[in-house]
């Protein structure tokens, strides 16, 4: 792809040093000639926000064999290039983030050429190429199982909704429920966690009201993730009341919008799996669907065990709760063992504790 020049000044019309900027651009054009170039809006730790420059692509990496085009993202700050560019993977919706010495669970992307960085002697072509060379050791994307990224496609289309003011399931939820009891749903805990439990539980529409409960006393970055999501009957408190809701209003729908998408691609997958997973559960309880999850249950009674333990089975989740433990067949030997083995090790540390 022809780089153009004159567009990316353009671009960087408030950059310090938007000459070097350019030029420095151009050599990256070079060797990766596919990067699209825009301006969009970065928001930093601290909440402040600000139009960058940023370029999004694919990098190529060989591990083990295969080469994977790894989807990143360069943010130039408004210093460059007296300051290191931003950097994020920028998984798809069927990719999941491995966490490592180089990457922590929103993508953001930490080297030793970041932390090193001196004008002139560091360029973005060299950061790309120890990029390359870092991934080559530790892949940092997986590939989602594809139960896993049809559900999180299904999350993503009901933010896309609900942060296009289109969402019904307000009116939906309350018409359904007129005539019973209403669905009261508390999560505990703002963090990574809790915003996916939270979000996913949204998604299928069971709650009447859902309360994100925050005992901390400061926010610490958890619940600042809401604020740019436009959640029907979401109330965030600081104790589990059902008095009053607040409504979150955005100031640019279209803004609100592509900032939510961008989140929910960053962020640490296994929070969302579990958040997904903890949503079924909590469908299966609420809807009394009778069906099977592995749970933390009481084993007594199980596959020979005597003891007063709980151990994750598989149970028949309803209303009431576990209505029913399904036990394998008798043939399976080596599960019983290994279960008896595993309720006689946390009894072993129950009696050390005193519990």
């Not at 809807?287 to 089975?313: D, P, Q, R």
Request: proline letters at 4%; a neutral charge.
């Amino acid at each position: 792809m022809e780089f153009d020049c004159e567009g990316v000044r353009r671009l960087l019309g408030k950059y310090k040093f938007r000459d070097l900027t350019v030029e420095e651009l151009k050599n990256v054009n070079t060797f990766f000639p596919h990067f699209r170039y825009s301006m969009d809006t970065y928001v930093f730790k601290d909440s402040s926000q600000k139009d960058l420059l940023n370029f999004t692509g694919t990098i190529p990496v060989m591990y083990q064999g295969n080469v994977y085009n790894i989807p990143v993202r360069f943010w130039i700050l408004d210093s460059h290039p007296f300051a290191p560019p931003i950097c994020f993977l920028k998984p798809t919706a069927n990719m999941g983030i491995t966490v490592g010495k180089h990457v922590d669970v929103h993508g953001r992307i930490y080297l030793p050429y970041l932390q090193n960085w001196s004008h002139p002697k560091s360029v973005i072509v060299g950061l790309i190429k120890e990029m390359i060379a870092k991934f080559q050791e530790e892949l940092p994307l997986y590939s989602l199982p594809s139960s896993d990224e049809a559900r999180q496609v299904d999350l993503l289309a009901y933010i896309a909704k609900i942060t296009e003011g289109v969402s019904d399931i307000n009116s939906k939820s309350w018409t359904s429920h007129e005539n019973k009891t209403a669905n009261k749903i508390t999560v505990v805990g703002s963090g990574e966690l809790g915003i996916a439990c939270t979000l996913a539980i949204s998604a299928k529409g069971i709650a009447d009201k859902l309360v994100l409960l925050d005992c901390s006393e400061g926010t610490k970055g958890g619940t600042m993730d809401l604020d740019i999501f436009s959640l029907p009957n979401v109330e965030i408190s600081k104790v589990p009341t059902w008095s009053g809701q607040e409504v979150m209003n955005p100031s640019s729908q279209a803004q609100l919008s592509n900032r939510a998408m961008e989140l929910l691609r960053v962020k640490g997958q296994r929070s969302w799996s579990v958040g997904l997973s903890v949503a079924d559960l909590v469908d299966s309880v609420i809807n009394n669907k009778k069906k099977v999850h592995s749970v933390s249950t009481l084993a007594k009674g199980y596959y020979n065990i005597n003891n007063e333990v709980f151990l994750s089975l598989p149970c028949i989740l309803g209303t009431s709760g576990v209505s029913e433990v399904i036990e394998t067949a008798a043939k399976e030997v080596t599960v019983a063992e290994k279960l008896q083995n595993s309720a006689s090790s946390i009894h072993g540390l129950q009696q050390q504790l005193k519990l």
